[in-house]
């Protein structure tokens, strides 16, 4: 079947992004997140024991691989890949011995392991230096740290090299032909190790290593956010409830007749002056609409909750209030509220009477606060529904009936995209309005409710949308008294 697709000339409030849509849906996650992540970081930072970090630097000036002179001693000599010769260096130097002379240079109870795990030697890409650097709870421990264990190393291969050149002195003797050999190891045993030396000693660090206080609370604001954005997301996309009036005319694409704003309680004659005005707009539409004697109209909705009793309720009335004779029956065989909402007690039901073939005139009773508003309690429990065939071979006869004492007849049905109750009554009627809240339709009712449309051949008369928003009219309220405004101009 084809819908008419004219609406009601109002903007599509289902248009945006669907991100947007679900950051502005559930906003309240994003913050929620953002603060218990912030709070989290403010009380680790707060507890948090600062670190420290100092650096020394190594320098290193392999010697040639062709000097044959230093042949007895163990000294770093350079090749064609600089790093690598940074990396030999380190290894040489990063020791177990080291360690323990760094800890007993230290003293204080310093450890070996405390070493091993404070202090770490990295080569600094593109140059020929080795970084050492120390952590520590306090600045100037850290800064001691390093310089301890240059001090160290140095001194463990400067003692290395010295008893190597030694040894290679003895080796040679008083042989005539090797003074230049002899006097490059004197200068070894004299001095050290000439491959590595103090480039830079590590001073004491003004601040805590790490990044400040306050950016690890923002990241982890920013994370929360994140983490926001995600669950709002992924929400939605399990969100069952239509988000917008837009999808409901996406699906359904009929007329918008009138929008509802969200209030609280039941209906009733003490309604909200904008909930009465939107079903006065609808009652006046219903009115210029040319109709033949009686109009019978089914109310239904795709799936419990929307507020389709609350619709007829109100619609009628509305109707009542134009001067129109109204009966309401209720169909709806599952969940009977109509009879409640009206403070009309102990109702007799068709189901009853169905046996009898009891005249309508005989259950239908008047509303305690509005007699020209009637009603027919079709079923009195859940048990009824059993009864469905017969209810609906009878609904003809007291529809045809009915139509004959009022003007108007509104049946409230179960959720047509839930139950398909109401289907077999829509051949009976004349008019079929459809009621969808936003947030709490379902939208699996929604597409079934629309499916059994489309198969059917049935063109419903409208839509009926609750809790729209109605902040941005200030129309209905109540305008200061002339006497007001005069005082106020005069003053």
């Not at 600062?50 to 000036?61: D, F, M």
């Not at 380190?90 to 002379?101: G, K």
């Not at 956010?225 to 709002?232: K, R, T």
């Not at 309690?377 to 004959?404: F, I, K, N, S, Y």
Request: charged share 20%.
């Amino acid at each position: 079947m084809s819908y008419d697709k004219t609406h009601d000339g109002l903007a599509d409030d289902g248009a945006g992004s669907p991100l947007l849509m679900a950051i502005a849906k559930r906003w309240w996650l994003l913050l929620v997140l953002a603060l218990v992540a912030g709070g989290i970081a403010a009380v680790g930072v707060a507890n948090r024991t600062p670190s420290y970090e100092a650096t020394a630097q190594i320098l290193v000036t392999p010697v040639p691989q062709s000097d044959p002179s230093l042949s007895g001693v163990r000294v770093l000599r350079g090749s064609s890949d600089g790093a690598r010769d940074l990396q030999t260096a380190a290894a040489l130097l990063r020791t177990s011995v080291n360690d323990a002379e760094t800890a007993r240079r230290i003293g204080g109870g310093t450890t070996a392991e405390d070493v091993q795990s404070s202090v770490a030697l990295e080569p600094l890409g593109g140059s020929n230096v080795i970084n050492v650097t120390a952590t520590a709870t306090d600045p100037e421990r850290a800064a001691a740290l390093a310089n301890a264990y240059v001090a160290a190393a140095l001194g463990t291969r400067n003692a290395e090299v010295r008893a190597q050149a030694r040894t290679a002195l003895r080796a040679l003797g008083n042989q005539d032909d090797v003074a230049s050999a002899r006097q490059q190891l004197r200068t070894l045993r004299d001095q050290g190790d000439p491959t590595v030396s103090v480039a830079q000693r590590a001073s004491a660090p003004t601040g805590p290593s790490g990044p400040a206080n306050w950016m690890i609370i923002l990241a982890a604001i920013v994370a929360g956010l994140v983490l926001g954005v995600l669950g709002a997301v992924l929400l939605e996309r399990v969100d069952r409830r239509v988000r917008d009036r837009g999808e409901l005319l996406r699906r359904i694409p009929v007329p918008v007749l009138t929008g509802v704003p969200a209030f609280r309680g039941h209906a009733g004659i003490d309604m909200p002056e904008p909930v009465r005005e939107a079903f006065r707009t609808l009652q006046i539409q219903l009115d210029l609409q040319d109709r033949d004697g009686c109009r019978r109209m089914l109310v239904t909705s795709p799936s419990s909750g929307d507020g389709k009793t609350t619709t007829v309720l109100n619609l009628a009335f509305a109707l009542v209030g134009a001067g129109q004779r109204v009966i309401v029956v209720d169909f709806d065989l599952r969940r009977p509220e109509l009879g409640r909402q009206l403070g009309l007690d102990g109702l007799d039901g068709m189901a009853t009477s169905l046996a009898a073939g009891a005249p309508l005139t005989s259950i239908m009773r008047s509303a305690p606060r509005l007699a020209p508003l009637r009603l027919v309690q079709v079923a009195t429990g859940a048990g009824d529904v059993a009864l469905l065939p017969q209810l609906v071979q009878r609904m003809e006869a007291v529809l045809r009936e009915a139509g004959e004492l009022a003007d108007y007849v509104l049946i409230d049905t179960a959720p047509l995209g839930e139950v398909g109750d109401a289907l077999p009554l829509v051949e009976y009627v004349d008019d079929v309005l459809l009621v969808g809240r936003p947030g709490s339709t379902d939208r699996r009712s929604l597409d079934a409710m629309a499916g059994l449309f489309e198969r059917a051949g049935i063109q419903p008369l409208g839509w009926v949308v609750a809790n729209v928003d109605a902040s941005a009219s200030n129309y209905h309220e109540r305008p200061k008294r002339f006497g007001d405004r005069r005082r106020t101009a005069v003053g």
